[in-house]
């Protein structure tokens, strides 16, 4: 009964619009320690191509690569602090840093690929639960609404922890992060009075490079791998995050990731405008300390098994292999890694 209602309460919402957030007090984030990226990305693991998603697109190009292309550059503007100011990321940031690149500005996501984020998280609220309700004719109690809503969050911060079907978990989150995001998720999806919750985070510079790395770049970028050359570019691939601080300068990294700059592909090589989308919404001290990040936490070499992988349900993967035995085999390979190796 109770399922069949959070399921009505979850298709009759309405869309919410955001609106800005006014500061709050600042929280520390230290439980979660820096680690270095690891494994395969998101979409290796989901054994899609970069045409078949919109995973990670913003779907903006850079410049098309026009022979006078010096001309189209915008000058970067890289703080000198970047690297030793710590920073206060409200949840709009940490939804920037983390959530945008899948689920895109206003949160609705890519449908039927990728769901919405307003309805599950509209649901978690015993107000809009009970007002939505009454609208379709259905009377629910307090108590009700308010199991209804614990259901909804729990489900939400599962899938924080442990991940969805086609959605990555994000274990390097802090509680502290992750409350700070809910929040702002709250104000996303129109719930009244979230915008009275908003929580700043105290982050490391170092912190914000992970984030970045490890839910944007991630989705389409491996940790380690050999260095593809231009025909190889050209087929499809895509260069893994070691090999991106030797490809490229920090001047040429921020430049790729914050407007978009050619490269060079296929036989004979030639400046192309390129695949990666560019993802406009990051500045440029937050991708210089993604390059800083990328420098001090080189990728790990070999998969690291996550610990919060081991929570996931074992499924199929599309070479019938289950989780499970994916993870057997990753952990063979985990036995030869070392932390900073
Ligand atoms: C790599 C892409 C990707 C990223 C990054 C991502 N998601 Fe998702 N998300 C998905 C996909 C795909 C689905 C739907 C399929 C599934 O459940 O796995 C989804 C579904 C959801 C849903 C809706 C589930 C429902 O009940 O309909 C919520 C809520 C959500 N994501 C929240 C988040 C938050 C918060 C973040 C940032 C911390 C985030 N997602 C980052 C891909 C992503
Ligand atoms: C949607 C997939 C996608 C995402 C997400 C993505 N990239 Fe890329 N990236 C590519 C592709 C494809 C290339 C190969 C060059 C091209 O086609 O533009 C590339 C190439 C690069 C290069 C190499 C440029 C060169 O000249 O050798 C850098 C640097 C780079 N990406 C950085 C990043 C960073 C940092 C992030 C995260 C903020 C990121 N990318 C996110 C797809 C992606």
Redo the contacts with the bound molecule.
Sequence with gaps: MVVLMLLAV?CIYAQGNGTSTPPQPAVGSRDVPVTSVAGES?LSHLHRTLAETS??KTWRLGPPATLGEETSRVPLEISPLHATQAVTLYGSDL?RL??R???GESGR?APP?????I???RATSVALIRERMKKSGMDVSRADAEELAGQSRA??LQ??HN??????P?PH?SEAEIRS?VAY?KQLAGVPGAEHEQLGVNESPIRVGEQIVK??CH?CHSAAGPNPGPQQLMDGAIPPLETLTTRTNRAEFVRKVTQGAPIVMGTPPLSCRGRMPVFYYLSDDEVANAYMYLTFYPPYHWAVVDPAMSTLVPRKDSRGRTEKNRRAHLGSVSALSSPGS
């Design positions: 979850h998101w995973m990670g939804y983390n959530c690149g899948c689920h996501g690929e990728i769901n919405s984020v309805n599950p998280v489900a939400l899938r924080l991940g969805g079907q086609d959605m990555p994000f989150l995001l998720l839910s944007t989705i």
